[in-house]
């Protein structure tokens, strides 16, 4: 079993900055690939970046290449997601998700993928 709680969420004028953390409860954090989506009001959730159980590999939704980067420690189990240039259309509540398959080599991108959700956390882009 794994819990996640995402912290970070915030106000941000357009071009601005965050970063996002989700810490992971669990044995098994380290074993796990991890994701992350967002999803907007009346929208459906949507893939951001993804990170492999290694942290070799990663993967990002073309909206946001450039401009995000996953990464994680498995020594304090967590995974990060720097947001940089963010946009008012990024505006959404961003979930972090952990697979429940172990050493798994690829990369994940569709939310029926992941096991494990957190809560969310709200991000509010400004114009």
């Known amino acids: 079993q794994v819990q996640l709680v995402e912290s970070g969420g915030g106000l941000v004028q357009a071009g601005g900055s965050l970063r996002l953390s989700c810490a992971a409860s669990?044995?098994?954090?380290?074993?796990?690939?991890m994701g992350w989506f967002r999803q907007a009001p009346g929208k459906e959730r949507e893939f951001v970046a993804a990170?492999?159980?290694?942290?070799?590999?990663?993967d990002y939704a073309d909206s946001v290449k450039g401009r995000f980067t996953i990464s994680r420690d498995n020594t304090k189990k967590t995974v990060y997601l720097q947001m940089n240039s963010l946009k008012p259309e990024e505006t959404a509540v961003y979930y972090c998700a952990a697979d429940g398959k172990p050493y798994l080599s690829s990369i994940l991108a569709q939310p029926n993928e992941y096991d494990y959700w957190g809560q969310g956390t709200q991000v509010t882009v400004s114009s």
């Open positions: 990170i492999t159980w290694s942290g070799r590999s990663t």
């Open positions: 669990g044995r098994t954090f380290s074993s796990y690939a």
